[in-house]
């Protein structure tokens, strides 16, 4: 185990006295090698408490999409198994016909990649999709209702691409997204510590999220009070209530119509989550999914964050610019494949963090950031949604945070 850094620790701890979370785990390293590690606060306090180690496996949550979506698009894509310029019909047949959101175009991997579709940041799916096999079709009649609009194409962050991307790897390959990523990242990698839907046993090495779905439930509500005030007043409304925190770009949405009366009646959980994904989405698709459903470790997100950097054991060193490099040119947020650049005004790196880093969060109370010239990497994992989630402004402490690691 590498030692602490005291700075780090310390700003950490004074941040877990004032609430911002229970506890945290961090890793800071440069070229493959960690330099400093440490685990501080609590893993669970409700309903009983439960020290952070340094072995403690987070819901990591929209790393997901960069750790493992974007990683197996670029590993997928040099085998000629997709590619990633291609239309998302190509691998999902509830597209066939669709031509693009908001312009003539084509929805392209690429496009899902970088956040380009024009799809809306978050929908609840459980409450439209009768069934999980039924959410591709779902989000094709959402990109139906968005491409209606006539406003013109934004990048939106949205967790409809990497579900899509999540299912269109999955038929181009006849495998389940975690089998893929099991045999194409973990076991390369030798992690031990990393997977979706961990088994019971581990349940108390994991660090608990909220108390029920209450942030999640407020938003889906949000979304069927304003969808029947569509219905009832013939207007249209182009804001949403927004699931992630951790967003910076336009939260604009398409008109909402009504929710699937086909659709199960959703049982909304009560209880400390723990153990299982916190992501609704995600647990509703069995806790397997394109943009949330991951578990891990910091030292096990350093290792497969570090495979987008010179050096990868995954990926061709042709293909690694197309993680670092500005791909949204002329958007507000300058996006890579999976990643977003600190370039990017107002985003969590901070203010003091060269433009060229790049980096992703999580709606638990998670993030990695890293510099590739350097190769320097900062992995901060909380759960900061546990056990209800507060209006503490996480990203300032990511800022701080990132400041303090990199000059570590």
């Known amino acids: ?109 690429k496009r899902l990649l970088t956040h380009t579709s024009g799809l809306p940041n978050w929908r609840p799916l459980y409450l439209e999709a009768e069934s999980p096999a039924r959410v591709p079709a779902v989000i094709a009649r959402i990109a139906t209702e968005s491409r209606e609009q006539s406003s013109p194409l934004q990048l939106v962050y949205s967790d409809l691409n990497y579900i899509l991307l999540g299912v269109a790897f999955e038929r181009a390959t006849g495998e389940r997204l975690d089998h893929l990523a099991r045999r194409e990242i973990f076991e390369p990698l030798d992690l031990k510590n990393t997977m979706f839907n961990p088994p019971p046993e581990l349940k108390r090495r994991i660090a608990a999220t909220e108390r029920g779905q209450e942030f999640e439930q407020a938003n889906a509500l949000a979304l069927i009070a304003e969808s029947e005030n569509l219905k009832i007043g013939g207007g249209t409304s182009h804001a949403s209530p927004s ?22 009646r959703h049982a909304w959980r009560e209880d400390i989550i723990w153990g299982e994904v916190h992501d609704g989405n995600a647990y509703f698709m069995g806790g397997v999914s394109g943009h949330a459903g991951l578990f891990s470790t910091a030292r096990e997100v350093f290792r497969i964050a570090d495979q987008v950097l010179q050096g990868s054991q995954l990926v061709k060193a042709v293909s690694l610019d197309l993680f670092t490099e500005n791909l949204t040119p002329g958007f507000d947020t300058a996006r890579s494949i999976g ?19 790049i980096g992703h969060n999580g709606f638990t109370g998670t993030s990695v950031w890293m510099d590739p010239g350097r190769r320097r990497m900062c992995v901060l994992l909380t759960n900061r949604v546990h056990p209800k989630v507060s209006a503490v402004d996480i990203k300032c402490v990511r800022q701080r945070f990132n400041t303090l690691a990199m000059e570590e």
């Open 339 to 357: 990643w977003i650049l600190a370039s990017t005004k107002g985003c969590s790196a901070g203010p003091s963090l060269p433009p060229t880093v």
């Open 243 to 264: 699931y992630s925190s951790d967003m910076v770009q336009s939260q604009s949405s398409p008109s909402l119509h009504a929710f699937s009366t086909s659709a199960p």
């Open 1 to 109: 185990m590498a030692q602490s850094s005291k700075r780090l620790s310390e700003y950490l701890e004074s941040e877990i006295a004032r609430g911002a979370f229970p506890g945290a785990q961090y890793v800071v390293g440069e070229r493959g090698q960690i330099i400093a590690e440490d685990a501080l606060g609590y893993a669970v306090v409700e309903p009983e408490r439960i020290a952070a180690t340094v072995d403690t496996i987070y819901d990591i949550a929209s790393l997901t999409k960069p750790l493992v979506t974007s990683l197996l698009a670029i590993i997928l894509s040099e085998r000629g198994v997709i590619d990633l310029n291609a239309p998302i019909s190509d691998y999902l047949s509830e597209f066939k016909g669709e031509a693009g959101i908001n312009d003539n175009r084509p929805i392209t991997l």
